[in-house]
Nanobody
């Protein structure tokens, strides 16, 4: 079982950047599929970006070319680099880890607000 803690959220202006971090403890992260999700008020939680144990990545169409997910297994940390942020990126961002046995872990979330 892995415990996840997100950090790096905050208030930024449109066009600025943020980097979110997801630190894992309690288990080896290397075998997990890791994903960043977000949930805006009144909307369903959606997958923003994912990265497999091989490093293969996938992105929601709305963030392609602006966001980049990466992982450092030695540090048990996953990152989400967010560039050219837009007001519609405002949401609570959650980190998720999915083990090969299907066990899913969630972090507590970090707020990202994009506003002028």
């Amino acid at each position: 079982q892995v415990q996840l803690v997100e950090s790096g959220g905050g208030l930024v202006q449109p066009g600025e950047s943020l980097r979110l971090s997801c630190a894992a403890s309690g288990s080896i992260l290397s075998g997990y599929f890791m994903g960043w999700y977000r949930q805006a008020p009144g909307k369903q939680r959606e997958l923003v970006a994912g990265i497999g144990s091989s490093g293969r990545t996938n992105y929601a169409d709305s963030v392609k070319g602006r966001f980049s997910i990466s992982r450092d297994n030695a540090k048990s940390t996953v990152y989400l680099q967010m560039n050219s942020l837009k007001p519609e990126d405002t949401a609570v961002y959650y980190c998720n880890g999915l083990s090969i046995t299907g066990y899913s872990s969630w972090g507590q979330g970090t707020q990202v607000t994009v506003s002028s």
